[in-house]
């Protein structure tokens, strides 16, 4: 063949503007195609060489084309790009990329690669992109429909430097061929879905929905590994009822806490796993943590009268007031840092005592560390003995 290009091409001088292609030629096989000066010339793809110009006006089906500017055509003669594929055919071309080797090595890589040989790739360089596009007939063109791009995530200071994030986009429906960006993994693995500066390992700038399709239940499971039992879920019952679990590592789970259909929130530590009622839960700001107070007697001893009564109710001074809105304060350990209040009261006319004036008389009932509360089921019974002091004075004046 390499003869057959010196013979039958070359003696006629040098060429210029000329392109290539392979030739599927009728009743001939394949064909390589050579033109120039407006001519075709075939070589065929045998050792029998044909008259370079014998074929040029019978049929034929053209395969690939290399055109004088090195645009590359397979299955269309005027490829816009350095490659275009083209087929007529449904659900074609396909690109297949086959790796047989016997060792199971990795198979074949798809590399988008870019280069500024004067200086290094600064931030948010378009490194390559994938888009999808549709042709339009009212417009008479391709429109983009959805494309996934890759940037540079950081300026490149020095060697094993070259952050990347990879971004999805999607055009909305009745747009003009804009796209919009819906999700990103940036260069520390955080993803944004809705959000495109992501703050957390996974940040979502607006609503999610958890659906499994079928309205079977559903469940977020934590786990250390990815091949370990899960050390912890949240459980969502197609009746409406949400579980958290805890886990043994073994794969067994216990349920720790309900919030059920009705509304109510039981910790089943407390109340019991069937429990439906029970008694008041609270949360203690010092040691964070959900208690209730049984009064069974089985849980009790060293009973004693308790030091506060008549005299120290009245101490208390009822009042009213304007109350602000406020929120404790954390750092990410969770410790008590401070709060911060409204500028303004929120609550008019409210009634109720001073947790520090009360604290005075009965400094048993103080509660709270960053901002003061009184424990109002112990001023009940407080109150009970008062009442009580105050019976037995009745008694004692109508016995005079």
């Known amino acids: ?40 010339h075939y070589l065929p793809l045998s050792s029998v060489p044909l008259n370079p ?26 490829p816009a790009g350095l490659l275009e594929i083209s087929s007529s055919t449904a659900d074609e071309p396909n690109i297949i990329i086959e790796n047989t080797s016997t060792s199971q090595q990795a198979g074949g890589d798809i590399e988008f690669r870019t280069a500024d040989t004067d200086t290094n790739l600064g931030d948010n360089i378009v490194l390559g992109e994938i888009l999808f596009e549709g042709w339009n007939i009212t417009g008479s063109d391709w429109e983009v429909a959805s494309r996934i791009t890759c940037r540079k995530d950081g300026a490149t200071g020095g060697n094993n430097d070259m952050g990347g994030e990879l971004a999805f986009y999607t055009t909305a429906d009745g747009s003009s061929d804009s796209t919009t960006q819906r ?6 693995g955080k993803v944004g879905i ?21 309205g079977s239940d559903m469940q977020i499971a934590y786990q250390d590994t990815r091949d370990s039992y899960g050390m912890a879920k949240i459980h969502f019952s197609d009746g409406g009822q949400i579980s958290l679990y805890n886990g ?8 720790k806490a ?48 308790i030091p506060y009564g008549l005299a120290e109710i009245n ?57 003061k509360s009184y424990k109002r089921k112990e001023l009940v019974t407080v109150m009970v003995k008062a009442i009580q002091e105050l ?10």
């Open 315 to 371: 101490q208390l001074k009822p009042c009213m007031y304007d109350m602000h809105s406020w929120r404790i304060d954390m750092d990410e350990d969770g410790n008590n840092t401070g709060y911060t209040k409204s500028e303004s009261p929120e609550s008019m006319g409210c009634i109720g005592m001073i947790a520090q004036e009360v604290a005075e008389s009965m400094p048993k009932l103080l509660a709270g560390d960053v901002l």
């Open 1 to 40: 063949m390499r003869e057959a290009l010196k013979t039958r091409i070359s003696k006629y001088g040098p060429k210029t503007n000329a392109s290539m292609t392979i030739e599927n030629v009728q009743g001939k096989g394949l064909q390589l195609v050579v033109i120039y000066a407006g001519r075709k």
């Open 194 to 214: 809705g959000d495109t500066d992501p703050s957390a390992r996974l940040t979502l700038g607006g609503s999610m929905a958890l659906t499994t399709g079928d």
């Open 53 to 78: 110009d014998e074929h040029a006006n019978h049929p034929n089906h053209q395969k690939i084309k290399v055109n004088h500017n090195g645009k590359v055509g397979i299955g269309t003669a005027n």
């Open 248 to 255: 043994d590592g073994s794969g067994a789970y216990t349920v």
């Open 258 to 305: 309900k919030l059920a259909v009705d509304g109510g929130f039981y910790i089943t530590s407390l109340l019991g796993a069937s429990a439906a009622t029970g008694p008041e839960v609270e949360y203690n700001t010092t040691s964070k943590e959900l208690s209730y107070e049984s009064s069974d007697a089985a849980l009790k001893t060293n009973i004693q009268a």
């Open 391 to 400: 019976s037995d004075k009745v008694t004692a004046l109508e016995n005079k």
């Open 183 to 188: 999700m990103c993994i940036r260069e520390d």
